[in-house]
Antibody, heavy 123, light 106 residues
Framework: QVQLQQWGAGLLRPSETLSLTCAVY????????WTWIRQPPGKGLEWIGQ???????NYNPSLESRVFLSVDTSSNQISLKLRSVTAADAAVYFC?????????????????WGQGTTVTVSS | DIQMTQSPSSLSASVGDRVTISCRAS??????LNWYQQKSGRAPEVLIY???SLQSGVPSRFSGSGSGTDFTLSISSLQPEDFATYYC?????????FGQGTKLEI
């Protein structure tokens, strides 16, 4: 049973860099895309980007100039960095596992999620 | 980006009711459509993948249909634990965009 555990700084000042890490326990690390999704307070879900075990990334164009994803296969961890945060970046950030194909049991589905990390941006 | 539009944004219903939530994509996404349920303060959980396949462990009162641009999530007989927010998401092309959500309330 895969488990995703995430952590990182929850309070940032404007212009600082958001930094979060997600560790994957159990299950396979390769063969998936590891994804970051965020949810501003009271709002919907926004896909930030994804990375696989080889370091191949896809980013949301709306955030691409400020976001960087990395992977550490020795510890099965992925990391998110978002530069120059503003109040608009305040959200709950989730990491999730996505299967990058369709089969009888999945189809580009985020089927395992971290617990979420609340990020506040305030001066 | 592919835009996903859900309707309605909110829905009032009672235990035992049958409800339907719609999701429309701005272009054809074949059947690359997932439905998630999110309860307050928790991460979303997948209900339906591939537009119509039931995720393991999800009650059979949930069902999905559609292909191309128009999709539907149905709940046949609402239970108290079903009152939550529901999101559709396309897995056809990155960025894998979500609908804005449908809040199902008593």
């Amino acid at each position: 049973q895969v488990q995703l555990q995430q952590w990182g700084a929850g309070l940032l000042r404007p212009s600082e860099t958001l930094s979060l890490t997600c560790a994957v326990y159990g299950g396979s690390f390769s063969g998936y895309f590891w994804t970051w999704i965020r949810q501003p307070p009271g709002k919907g879900l926004e896909w930030i980007g994804q990375i696989n075990h080889r370091g191949h990334t896809n980013y949301n164009p709306s955030l691409e100039s400020r976001v960087f994803l990395s992977v550490d296969t020795s510890s099965n961890q992925i990391s998110l960095k978002l530069r120059s945060v503003t109040a608009a970046d305040a959200a709950v950030y989730f990491c999730a596992r996505v299967t990058p194909f369709c089969s009888s049991t999945t189809c580009y589905t985020a089927d395992a999620w971290g617990q979420g990390t609340t990020v506040t941006v305030s001066s | 980006d592919i835009q996903m539009t859900q309707s309605p944004s909110s829905l009032s219903a009672s235990v035992g009711d049958r409800v339907t939530i719609s999701c429309r994509a701005s272009q054809s996404i074949s059947n690359y459509l997932n439905w998630y349920q999110q309860k307050s303060g928790r991460a979303p959980e997948v209900l339906i993948y591939g537009a119509s396949s039931l995720q393991s462990g999800v009650p059979s009162r949930f069902s999905g249909s559609g292909s191309g641009t128009d999709f539907t999530l149905s709940i046949s007989s609402l239970q108290p634990e079903d009152f939550a927010t529901y999101y559709c998401q396309q897995g056809y092309r990155t960025p894998y965009t979500f609908g804005q959500g449908t809040k199902l309330e008593i």
